[in-house]
């Protein structure tokens, strides 16, 4: 108990230190932030804009100050106001949060839904057809960027056959159907890259595995394969590929931002790429806000699942 | 190393390509030609013109040196300074580790493509801002290996023997560090690379990484977007050329790694040769009466790179009830080899290649599978060498213990559990309820040997095979679990074959002997005899071996030689100080001497008839 308050403690204190790198990066860079936000190419922004920006942005302040509310600010759940149309940031995010996370999770179930098995099957009959296929056909598919996959998915399934969407979105109060619809070829882009990974990981950590001393003992037990394989062999290689499932959440997320673009799939990266064009600083800080924390709570998450795993974990 | 050269070549050859765009003689990748748009293969355009009529192939190839311009700059960026970090955070330690390497980490708390953005917000898109903001992404990558090679270079000998000497650190890091941190960060590096060319790709796709109208492959793909109806091999073209160099770029750093760290390079095993003729050529005699055990020309082959090599050759001995036969052989004899093979447990790679072995009327090394996980855990059993690694970390003791009892006979699991807790008592653990529930982290060495001797005995095994249970536990509880097993073999009377490198443990705990010597059993007969009168060179010299009173312990010169060298004939020979011609001249029997007593020596008789006037 103790090690899950403390795994909890050290997430918080994760969270903040992002929060200071993304307050941090606005003055970081070098010279004025509200000019630089405002300079596009080479000419020189009108200087009653620029000074309008400061006093937005609220950059007179002492720094400290303007650190503290944000703080505060972000402790409140206030992200601020876009700097284009004055809406507030929180409730943009709130809106399209949830279809960012439907994407994230059926991309993530069908990765593993197809990626453990594959591994496994791939490391008993290693050296064998399908494991020389499986393993091609992952190299190859951790080769292909997100956004061409998604791109030639809507090319060859939607252009050419004609049997899917191109992209879209439909409530799933209003068309259960068409909604799963949509959702197919955008969560299966964002499965083929974690897909690739998992089931690699899969494979190597199944056959570390079924080297392991305690597998011989299990075998010199009398018990079945199966059980064998189940209770002793995946059982044990999970955990490692629960790690690698939780650090490539991070690639996950970046790629959904691209996915969600080349479906048209009304998510963070809509509001989130527009803002970054329009260079709306607050509307980019809160989304790379929200998606970062939602990455520090997966990982969290899987450390838990972890603990549950592995007894070791929770006894240091 | 042969893995290296395909992708090497065609990585090579794109950046060839790239740093050659300007001497191709290619049209200018940015002059529009509105006349020719989407114009299918031209002269001088084999692969046709784009949406506003520029040359495709000239913009592959120009867009090849955008990309992999970046993604070089970024990656060496960071390499150079991420290297730097790793160095000094991994020799100063303390608050260097801090600002250097611990405080990368942070970076890894953000997705990439949002950091990437959130800067491109600031500072507007362009290749500038791209090799930023990748080259601070890719720091902490190589902090981290750095600082690892850092740690483990530095408790090697001749960097602590440079450091002794008085050499100053940057001397030390740069002199004997670097060099051996080379392999890593060039994995490293390339890692770096092929992943700055699919950031920068997805960037500029998104319309925020390099500018139009500068050629990028990402920016390819999403001017072809457009069009995509009318002219979709205008998308082919960049997605085909982009992945192509990325799996080329991949398969280099996996080729590269593997050559770098030789422990992650898996060599394939062959797949098993359907061999098994020779066997059943030879037939054999019935065992005796009272025999649990009969092994009779134990032959185990492993396939190697260098061809079939035999470890175990041609291997007999028996054990009846309630005796204790010790195998006693210096390490690559050949004991554990024979044991796992009739438990059935030899790796894929290894075979029966002949023999037979009688299990209470049951031929164990044809026997299919199913038959033999009957037996396993049931009539016959096995404790292994180490307990620490032996036991499944994730799963209670009790569970494990009672999970053999289930894997042979249809009880609840209550009663498992019940039977688990009396077999914890059997063996002498203290305290069997709370242990039952610990798991095997919770137990000392001792205590998991005696939860695996629980779990051997779980369904009263008529044949108990011990591979050196002892070997990894401390001395007095060397002593305590050597008790326990003579105890229950009293109790239960299983046969036990005892796995052993020490000859103390076979007078403390056998009835009768068999010494293995490279793969062969060279002599065997009762402990007492077998002590008080050695008939083979390689058991006297054994037991001169071992530390007696005052006396120096008289060592074996030499050392076993290695599968694939045993020599043709008697295989101690080489160590052998009555050696003679003949000794080498041909594969030797094992010879009874008397009832109960064999021996594998040609000159046996002469050398017992000199009596023991010469101890080794």
Redesign the interface.
């Known amino acids: 108990m103790l090690w899950v308050l403390r795994r909890i403690g050290i997430s918080v204190a ?1 969270a903040w ?2 929060a200071t ?2 307050f941090m ?2 003055h970081m ?1 070098p010279g004025d ?1 509200a000019e ?2 405002l ?2 190419g080479g000419t020189m922004p009108d200087p009653a804009t620029v000074a309008e920006l400061r006093e937005r942005l609220g950059l007179e302040r002492p720094l400290l100050n303007q650190y503290g509310a944000f703080l505060m600010g972000l402790a409140r759940g206030d992200l601020g106001v876009s700097l284009i149309d004055e809406y507030p940031v929180l409730d943009e995010i709130a809106l399209r949060l949830p279809r960012t996370l439907e994407l994230i999770l059926a991309g993530t179930l069908i990765a593993v839904a197809v990626a453990l098995p594959a591994g496994t099957y791939a490391a008993l009959h ?2 064998g057809l399908f494991d020389r296929i499986a393993s091609g056909v992952a ?2 598919l ?7 996959v998604g ?2 998915l ?2 060859v399934l939607a ?2 056959l004609r049997v899917m969407p191109a992209g879209g979105y439909v409530p799933f109060a209003e068309d259960p159907p068409r909604h799963l619809t949509l959702l197919a070829l955008p969560a299966i882009a964002i499965a083929k890259g974690l897909s690739a990974v998992l089931f690699r990981m899969t494979r190597a950590s199944v ?1 570390d595995s079924l ?4 597998v ?10 199966r ?1 064998v394989l189940v ?2 062999v995946v ?2 290689a999970l ?1 490692p590929v629960l790690t690698v499932l939780g650090l490539h ?3 996950l ?3 959904t ?2 996915v969600e ?1 080349v479906f048209n799939w009304p998510g963070l990266s809509t509001p ?2 527009r ?3 329009a ?3 607050p509307m ?2 809160g ?2 806000l929200t ?2 924390g939602l ?2 709570l997966i990982n969290l998450i899987m450390d838990l699942l972890y603990a549950a ?4 974990v929770r ?1 240091s | 190393m042969k893995r290296l050269i395909i992708p090497g070549t065609l990585v090579a050859l794109i950046l060839l390509a790239a740093l050659a765009a300007p001497f191709l003689g290619l049209p200018d990748p940015v002059r529009q030609d509105i006349a020719h748009r989407l114009a299918g293969p031209l002269e001088g355009s084999p692969l046709g013109r784009d949406e506003f009529g520029r040359d495709v192939l000239s913009r592959l190839v120009w867009g090849a040196r955008t990309s992999l311009g970046v993604a070089f700059a970024s990656a060496l960026i960071a390499g150079i300074i991420g290297t730097a970090f790793g160095l000094i955070g991994g020799w100063f330690r303390g608050l260097g580790e801090l600002l250097t390497v611990r405080s990368m980490d942070v970076i890894l708390c953000f997705p990439p493509v949002l950091l990437a953005l959130l800067v491109v917000t600031l500072m507007g898109p362009g290749a500038g801002t791209l090799i930023l903001v990748l080259s601070v992404l890719y720091l902490p990558g190589f902090a981290r290996v750095t600082y690892a090679e850092v740690l483990s270079a530095r408790s090697h000998d001749y960097v602590e023997a440079v450091r002794a000497l008085g050499a100053p650190a940057p001397r030390i890091l740069l002199r004997t560090v670097l060099p051996n941190v080379a392999g890593p960060v060039l994995v490293q590096l390339s890692l770096a690379v092929a992943s700055a060319v699919v950031l920068e790709s997805g960037l500029s796709f998104l319309g925020l990484g390099v500018v139009p109208p500068a050629p990028s492959w990402g920016l390819m793909i999403r001017g072809a977007r457009a069009t995509m109806e009318q002219a979709p091999m205008l998308l082919f073209w960049p997605c085909a050329v982009l992945t192509l160099t990325i799996l080329a770029m991949n398969l280099l750093c996996d080729a590269l790694r593997d050559a770098v760290d030789p422990r992650t390079a898996g060599t394939r095993s062959r797949l098993r040769a359907v061999d098994r003729l020779l066997p059943g050529l030879l037939p054999m005699a019935k065992p005796a009466p009272g025999t649990v055990l009969s092994v009779r020309g134990l032959t185990v082959e492993i396939d190697t790179p260098r061809g079939p090599i035999r470890p175990v050759q041609d291997v007999s001995f028996d054990v009846g009830a309630g005796e204790t036969l010790a195998i006693v052989g210096e390490s690559g004899s050949g004991k554990s080899v024979s044991a796992t093979a009739l438990m059935g447990l030899l790796p894929p790679v290894a075979r029966v290649a002949a023999g037979e072995a009688w299990l209470d009327g049951t031929e164990l090394l044809r026997l299919p599978e199913e038959q033999m996980r009957r037996l396993r855990g049931g009539p016959m059993a096995m404790v292994f060498q180490d307990p620490m690694s032996s036991l499944n970390p994730v799963h209670r003791a009790g569970d494990q213990v009672a999970e053999a009892i289930l894997a042979h006979r249809r009880v609840p699991r209550a009663e498992a559990w019940k039977q688990a807790e009396a077999l914890f008592r059997h063996v002498g653990i203290a305290d069997p309820e709370r242990r039952l529930r610990a798991f095997p982290h919770e137990m000392s060495g001792g205590m998991k040997q005696r939860v695996m001797i629980a779990m051997a005995l779980a369904n009263r095994p008529k044949l108990l095979i011990c591979d050196e249970p002892t070997t990894a536990l401390d001395v007095t509880v060397q002593a305590q679990i050597l008790d326990l097993l003579a105890e229950l073999r009293r109790e239960t009377g299983t046969a036990i074959v005892f796995i052993t490198h020490s000859l103390g443990v076979v007078a403390e705990i056998a009835d009768r002997v068999a010494v293995m010597y490279a793969g062969q059993v060279v002599e065997q007969g009762s402990v007492a005899e077998v002590f008080h009168n050695p008939l083979h060179p390689y058991t006297r010299a054994l037991l001169a071996a071992v530390p007696e009173g005052d006396a120096p312990p008289a060592g074996i010169p030499g050392i076993v030689p290695p599968p694939h060298a045993f020599p043709e004939g008697c295989r101690f020979a080489p160590r052998c100080r009555h050696a003679e011609p003949r000794c080498s001249a041909g594969p030797l029997a094992l010879e009874e001497a008397e009832p109960g007593r064999d021996v594998r020596c040609v000159r046996w008789r002469e050398l017992a008839r000199r009596g023991a006037e010469v101890p080794a």
């Open positions: 994760l230190l992002v790198i993304v990066t606005l860079v932030p630089l936000l300079s596009t290693r050296g190299a190859l951790l080769a292909v960027p997100v956004f061409v791109t030639l809507v090319l252009q050419m056959l080297s392991r001393d305690y011989r003992t299990a075998r010199a037990k009398g018990l079945t394969a059980r209770r002793h059982r044990n955990t959440m991070g690639t997320l970046g790629g931002v691209l673009y989130l790429l803002a970054v064009e260079r709306d600083y980019v800080v989304i790379v998606i970062s990455f520090l795993l592995d007894p070791r006894a």
